[in-house]
Every structure is written in C-alpha cells, then in structure tokens.
C-alpha cells in the first residue's frame, strides 16, 4: 500500500523512524558498497602539535565538583549555588565550540595535486596554523616552515576563533599576488564578536603556502552565530549575528584600516517572531541565487529573498512539522547544509531527525530519516564519488557520480553516520533507467544510514561495547566516559589527486582524510567501501579501552583479563592510628633478631651523599646533638615551627638510621607485594640544594637509577626504632609516643626562637619582629659577621576570637601550625642596570630570601631593563593588595609596602 501513495506521502515516512519505508531503495548491485571501513595498515602520523587546553562542556564544571555534605551535618553547598550556573549557560556554549565546529579545512592547489590543511593554533587558537601536504618521488611530505613548525598567520586579535570557512578558487584568471605566487583559495574566521578574512597563496618557487592578511569586520555588539561564502561570487560572504542580523560582506570593498564594512540586510524578521523571540538563530547559507538566502532558526527555516527592493520571506521548514516522528518537547534544529544535486536543495538535521528539503516546495521534506546521534552539530554534504574514489573497477561508476552522502555527526560524542541517497531506478551501465536518472528529480535513501568510525579508535564488537558500558558505570555521575578517550576534532578529506598518489587503487574506492585528534596528533588514513561494517577493529579489539588522557586520568581495563589486586600491608598505619606502634615495632625487631640474619651493608653511595648534606648544613656524622640554630638557618620559605621540630628530631637520628629511610632509586623502584608479585613504587628525589632532612622542597618523578630517594619508612617509625634500639629518647620503650617527643622538640624550638629574639631585640632597633640567628660560625652558607635575619607571623585565617577559643571551635593542637618562620631577605643587591647581576637581583621583591633551583646566570641589560618593568608592576600590586600590606605590617615589613 506504501507503495501506492504520492512522492509528498512518501517523504512523511522517515526512513528507520517506522516499519513502512517508502523511499528507502535497497539494492545492492545497482548501488554498490556504501559502508566504509578504516584501513589500519594506511594510518600515517604527519606531526603533532600543542593543542590548547579544552575547555569542559557546562555539566562538567564547577558545580560538579562540588561536594555535598550530609544535609545533618551542613547544608549543601552545590545547591545553594546551582541557579547561579544556570545563567552561564550560554556563554558556556561558546567555550565548548571546539567540540561544535570541525577544526580542519583542506585548500587543494589549482596547479598541483597539492593540499594545504588550515586550522585555528596558539594559546588562545587566536591564530590559523596551516601547513602543505605534497607528494614528492613517490614520497608524502609535509611542508613545514624552516624551524619545523606549522606556519602561522595572525588575525591581528587575541580572541579565540570558534569557526572558520574555505572558499577555494578555481577560476584562472583570478591569478595571485606575483608569477610566482597563486591565489588558490579564501578563509574566513570568525571569534565571537568579529570576522577577519585571508587570502590562502601558493608559492610556485618554494613550493609552500603563505596567506595574506585582507582584513577585518567591525567588532559587533552581538555574538557571531554563522559566516560563510557565496557559491557564486567568491569575493562575498555572510555573516549571522545572535539576533538575527544578516550581514553581507564584499571583499571588493575594502574600508580604512584593513577594516571591512558589511551591508547590513533589511530582514523583516518581525512578521515571524511572535511569541517566539528569544528563539536561537543557527546557521545560514546561500541558495540557488546570489540574493537567495536559508537562514535557519532552532525552531524553523527560512528562505530571504533580496532580488527585490522589499524583502520578502519564506518559512521552508518547521519543527512542527516534523512533530509525527519527532514528538519531543525539546526537539529543535542543529545543523544546516547546502546539498545537491544543485543549490535548490538543503538539508537540516535535528534532535531525531535529519531531513533533505527543496526551496521550491516549502513546508514539504523531500526525504527524512531517524538518527540516533546525540546533539550532532556538525553536517556535510559530499558527492558519493568523493567517497567512493580510484577504485579498480567501474561497476558502480554511475551511481557514484549520481549518489550524495551526507556526513552527520558530533566531535563531542565521536559518532558520526553517512546518510546516502540519490534517483530511485536502478544503475545498470548502459540501460534506459540509467539514462533518465540523470534528469530524474525523486529521491531515495540508498540502504539505511551506516557508521563510519573516523577515529580508528572505536572497536564496536560486543566485547568492547559491554567492556564500555561497564566503564561508564563505574565512573563518578560526573565524568564523561569521553573525556577519557582521544577524540576527533576535526577531519578534511583529501582529494584524488592527492589520494591517488599515496595508495593503490581499491576494489570499490575509497577516501583518506587528514584529522587531528585532541592530543595534538595530525593523522592521515584511508577508509574503503565495503560491503558490510567491520564491527571488530584489527589492533582496537586487544588494545585498552581508553587509549589515552587527555581531560582526565584514564581507566584502562586488559581485555580477557581480571583486574590484577595488589595488597599492601598497612599494619603500621593501623598501629600508629590506635597508638601502639611502639610495640608492633619491638615485636617485628625481636622477631628480626631473632632469625641471626646479617645485617645488608649500608651503600657507600647514600653514605656520602647524606654526610654531604648535613655537612652542608652545619652538622658533621660527629655531632652529639645538633644547634638548633643550624635548623633555623635551613628555613628559607615560610615555615610552621612544627615544621622546624620536626627537621630537629630527623637531625637528631642517627646516621644509620637515616640510611634506613634513603636509597638509591635502583634498589627501591619494585617491592614484594602481598601475593609476591612486583609492584613499583614512586618516592621523591632528594634534592642538590642544601636541605635538612625530610627535604620538603623537592622535583616529582620521573628519576634517574642514581637519584637518592626517599624517606622510604615512615618517619614514626624511625622515631621508634630510634628509641627501642638506641634509647635516646627520654621516654620508655611501654609509654613511648610520637606525639609527645614531637611536643617536646616543638617546645624546645620555641623557647630557643624567643631566647634569640629578645636577645637580638636590641641590636635591631628598626625591626622589632627580625632577630638574627649568625652566632660563632654556625651558618656556613653566610659571612658570620654580618647578622641573618628571620621574622616570625601568624597567617590571618588562623586569628580566632576569644570567644571561638572558649566555646572549643579551636583545637589546642592546631596550635602547632599557627606560627610561621622565614628568613629576611638582606637586599643587598645596589648594583644598576649597566651591570651584570645573577639571581640576587631577586631578593628585594619581597621580604623572603629566595633560593634558586638552577644554573648560576647573569643577566644583561636587556633582561634588567625587563626585570625594572616587572618590579614597578608588582610594586603597584603591593601597594593595592590589602592582604599582603597587612602581611608585611604584622612581620614588621611596613617599608617594603612602600619600596
């Protein structure tokens, strides 16, 4: 019965969207092979290149992270603040345009099969990066400029470009800058608020692109929603504001400065607004005529028509019309495309729907189908040709040339489908019906959609998808499975010129396309038309499923393995938590002892370099107990006293022991586990500046096998073994507690720090909170006759009232960490800017002395010259910076406010 209705009945019925599929021709061998299939064995790595920061779709920002508390306990925080985030939304939107919008666009040269690949670049992707891809003896190359970088071209603004658009140039005449220099293309780029547009050149002699610089719109007060070029004049283009401006530009009409004025086109859009006002404008596109627009609203499609002194409009498409198979609410429209088989034809795609219409029947779809993609927002249209290029056999040859594939997909979720369709009568070479397809004006869809894996990256065999859908669920509600993968973000397929050169030819054709991936890696590979999808991936199937990081941390899984559990035991954490480590300790010991096993010789290596640290910093393997001057003197950031006991008691160990809790890197990388297999562990390196132990200002890995790491014990441990091996506590072994030496020291560095301070008192009488710790030689890394100054604070945050004190709101043992410690920068550095001066230039940008991590180097006067600007910025901050001047006033440092 189907069968029997009218090609407008027929087009209601969205093929997949139900049982009856009217316009849906299946036949195989009149059409051909319409799946496409990557060919691992074609991938080819051009370069790779830095790709900014990605900035996070709006259900993964702030408060997201935010955790809520028991609602018994403290109210929720992210709800509180949540209805503040709901007006971010749209802006929002605009810094998730990387995942919107494809970010290559492919220029072939009109001379040679030559491709220039164009995409934003730079920290901000204020910038079009472009390189060439030629093909020379037999041998693909990648033009690079003469350092091995992409060459850039400025677009004389720092605002990111969220979109940009080719217009390749065929006509010869048009010629270029020189003989030796072709015009072979235009590019538009638009930010969120301009336009600016290039010229894209050959060069002939070096044989390398160049772009030149034409100009730039005016900076409008609205958001730029969509630009592109006319089809038929190359010199003009459009452009869409967020209001429903249209603009049109001519690149024949340059102003002043560089500086393009638009035409601003009269639209009544008030005949079609209504109620419906605040409706998003989407995209725009030229149609059959110069002066013939498709603008496309989230709710509708219009058609403008400007040949006339009055502008008239059209409605083309509205969502209500597709209301039988598209009943959500929420449904609206995504994306707009040109389409063939010429300029009479567009397609739009929406929520659940992807329909190909014709200016001239408005309101009537040509054809439809039901997509399963997820917000897809990015749509093309090709020619199946395009797709189904150098091939060994021309069995299919008409239906290429007769047949259109729309390419509809999201970079953000990575799905992309091809959608074919073409003349409904069969494709016999040689037959009447093939004759009067060529003037045929009814469309079908050529086989239902199929998916075409763009990444390389997606096995969709059963093991996989389960293997997926049980990672999803074991990420918090927050994350998005994706951000754990490599991700498209954007494609551009190259010509057969080119494509012909790299491969040989395949059974039923084929395409290659560039594409760079987010982490910055530019890709080549061809896909070829195949008869059916290849579910299983050759070299996916076994590999992990998150391949990479590139957002967030990775979750791999080995397939057809069980996730391997190492154990560790934490029966000294425990003990420490319950308070008897000191007896878990000397029981392990006795039972060590017992066994008469010999004692592993120190390394002779960790020996010399721990002497070497502590004779650096004024203690010799020979010292009883060590100054705790010395200590002080190793403070050089803002330290806690707690932190300067706690570098007297490691001081206090001895040597032996210090050895216990530092090794080479070599000899402690794999431990026995739990079920006696290797596990690696990390510890940090100890650092080439003279520090004390624990060594607190330290690098991250990686290390070298012959970095001294550590501690590798922990260091209540070590206080322990100290005591029941050595007895220098004065505590006993039954009622030794960390807590209480560590208490002890923190008492005994107190009284010894205001012992100094009100001794010093009154030798510095400009200063009453700096006291100086140089007494008899003790400070090696300073002359001992000129004083070493220290100052003493206590940060804002931690000044409670009286009243938080009596009502308990303040722990008594926080008050270890209240009082901070740090050296006083001497200022002595007088030189000026003619002379050469190292880093001690430094010292009087603030009170703190500063130590440097790097080789000794001098600076010049160019350098100086920079270092005098930035000290005259950083002085304003300080004068305009409250917390900082209070700062400086509580450490006596009112002057240096005013330096």
Same mark, same amino acid.
């Given at each position: ?44 790595? $051009? ?31 992210? &709800? ?37 690949? $164009?995409? !934003?670049?730079?920290?901000? #992707?204020?910038? =079009? ?23 850039? /071209?400025?677009?004389? +603004? ?20 020189? @003989? ?13 608020? +301009? ?11 070096? @044989? ?22 006319? !089809? ?86 509205? =969502? ?10 929420? #449904? ?47 749509? &093309? ?21 007769? *047949? ?5 997909? +999201? ?19 040689? +037959? ?6 060529? =003037? ?24 996989? $998808? ?42 039923? *054709? ?37 391949? #990479? ?88 950031? !803002? ?21 216990? /809790? ?53 260091? !209540? ?22 807590? /209480? ?159």
């Amino acid at each position: 019965m189907a069968r029997e209705f009218s090609e407008e009945w027929k087009s209601l019925f969205p093929v997949g969207g139900s049982t009856v599929s009217p316009l849906l021709f299946s036949d195989p061998h009149s059409i051909g092979p319409i799946f496409f299939n990557p060919n691992p064995n074609s991938l080819t790595h $051009l370069f790779s290149s830095t790709i900014p920061s990605l900035s996070l779709p709006h259900h993964l920002l702030t408060e997201r992270y935010l955790v809520s508390s028991d609602p018994s306990i403290l109210p929720s925080t992210a &709800s509180s603040i949540a209805t503040l985030f709901d007006s971010l939304i749209e802006v929002i939107d605009h810094n998730v345009s990387q995942f919107l919008h494809n970010r290559i666009h492919l220029l072939k040269c009109r001379d040679s099969p030559n491709v220039v690949i $164009l995409f !934003p670049t730079g920290a901000n #992707e204020e910038s =079009i990066g472009f390189f060439m891809l030629r093909v020379k003896d037999s041998v693909l190359e990648t033009r690079l400029d003469v350092k091995g970088n992409v060459f850039r /071209a400025s677009t004389g +603004s720092k605002s990111r470009i969220f979109r940009m658009s080719v217009n390749p140039v065929t006509d010869s005449e048009l010629g270029g800058a020189s @003989d030796s220099s072709l015009v072979i293309g235009y590019l538009l780029a638009s930010s969120l608020y +301009s336009v600016c547009w290039f010229t894209v050149n050959h060069n002939l002699n070096m @044989d390398s692109p160049s772009m030149s610089y034409l100009g730039t719109s005016k900076v409008f007060k609205e958001t730029v929603v969509h630009a592109c070029w006319s !089809p038929h004049i190359p010199e003009e283009s459009l452009v869409l504001l967020e209001s429903g401006q249209l603009f049109l530009f001519d690149l024949e009409s340059q102003g002043s400065m560089n500086v393009f004025k638009g035409t601003r086109l009269r639209v009544p859009w008030s005949d079609w607004t209504g109620s419906e006002e605040n409706k998003a404008w989407l995209s725009c596109e030229f149609s059959w005529h110069p002066r013939i627009l498709i603008v496309a609203r989230c709710d509708a499609v219009f058609l403008v028509d400007l040949r006339l002194k009055e502008c008239s409009v059209t409605c083309l498409m509205k =969502i209500e019309t597709l209301r039988m198979y598209a009943p959500n609410v929420n #449904e609206r429209f995504l994306a707009l495309s040109r389409a063939g088989p010429d300029d009479f034809y567009f397609t739009v795609a929406s929520s659940s729907l992807l329909v190909l219409c014709d200016v001239r029947k408005p309101l009537m779809p040509i054809l439809q189908w039901k997509h399963n993609i997820d917000e897809p927002c990015y749509m &093309s249209v090709l020619s199946l040709a395009t797709l189904r290029s150098h091939s060994q056999v021309d069995n299919f040859k008409l239906a290429s040339e007769m *047949g259109f594939c729309i390419i509809l997909g +999201s970079f953000w979720n990575s799905e992309f489908n091809v959608f074919c369709y073409g003349p409904a009568v069969p494709f016999r070479k040689g +037959s009447i019906t093939s004759k009067l397809s060529k =003037i045929s004006t009814t469309f079908c869809a050529w086989e239902l959609p199929s998916e075409v894996n763009l990444s390389n990256h997606e096995c969709h065999c059963g093991i996989c $998808l389960f293997r997926e859908d049980l990672s999803k669920d074991a990420l918090p509600e927050w994350v998005d499975l994706q951000l754990k993968k490599e991700m498209v973000l954007g494609f551009g397929i190259l010509s057969n010129d080119l494509a012909s050169l790299l491969c040989e030819p395949d059974e039923h *054709g084929g395409f290659t396309l560039v594409r760079i991936t987010s982490s910055g890696r530019f890709e080549l590979q061809r896909y070829h038309a195949s008869w059916s999808l290849a579910r299983k991936l050759e070299g996916r199937h076994e590999a992990d499923l998150c391949t #990479e990081s590139h957002l967030l941390n990775p979750r791999s899984v080995k397939e057809n393995k069980s996730a391997e559990l190492h154990y560790l035991k934490l029966d000294y954490l425990r003990a420490y938590a319950n308070g008897n480590l000191a007896q878990i300790v000397t029981t392990k010991l006795d039972k060590a002892y017992s066994n008469d096993q010999e004692e592993a010789p120190f390394s002779s290596e960790v020996h010399e370099l721990l002497c070497k640290k502590l004779n650096a910093c004024g203690l010799g393997h020979s010292r009883s107990s060590p100054a705790i001057t010395s200590i002080f003197n190793d403070v050089k950031l !803002p330290a806690s006293f707690h932190e300067v006991a706690l570098r007297k008691l490691w001081t206090d160990l001895p040597l032996e022991l210090l050895q216990l /809790a530092f090794m080479s890197y070599s000899e402690c990388r794999e431990i026995n586990g739990f079920n006696q297999t290797r596990v690696p562990l990390e510890f940090l390196a100890v650092p080439d500046l003279p520090q004390l132990p624990p060594f607190f200002s330290r690098k991250p890995s990686p290390h070298s096998d012959n970095d001294i790491v550590g501690p590798v014990i922990p260091f !209540p441990v070590l206080l322990v073994i100290n005591e029941v091996r050595y007895g220098y506590s004065d505590l006993g072994s039954d009622g030794f507690s960390v807590e /209480a030496e560590l208490d002890l020291k923190y008492k005994e560095v107190m009284q010894v720090a205001n012992e100094i301070a009100a001794s010093s008192h009154s030798s510095m009488p400009h200063d009453d909170h700096a006291v100086s710790l140089a007494e008899e030689n003790e400070d090696p890394w300073a002359d001992s006759s000129k004083p070493k100054p220290f100052s003493t604070y206590r940060p804002i945050a931690l000044t409670f009232s009286d009243t938080d004190s009596v009502q308990g709101k303040r722990s008594s043992t926080n008050k270890i960490y209240e009082s901070f410690i740090f050296h006083v920068s001497d200022k002595s550095c007088k030189q000026t800017e003619s002379e050469s001066v190292g880093a001690e230039m430094f010292d009087d940008l603030c009170p703190i002395e500063l130590r440097f991590d790097a080789p000794e180097k001098k600076f010049e006067d160019q350098s100086l010259k920079a270092y005098t600007y930035l000290k005259k910025k950083m002085s304003r901050w300080h004068e305009e910076f409250d917390l900082y001047k209070e700062f400086c006033i509580q450490s006596g440092f009112e002057k240096a406010v005013n330096s």
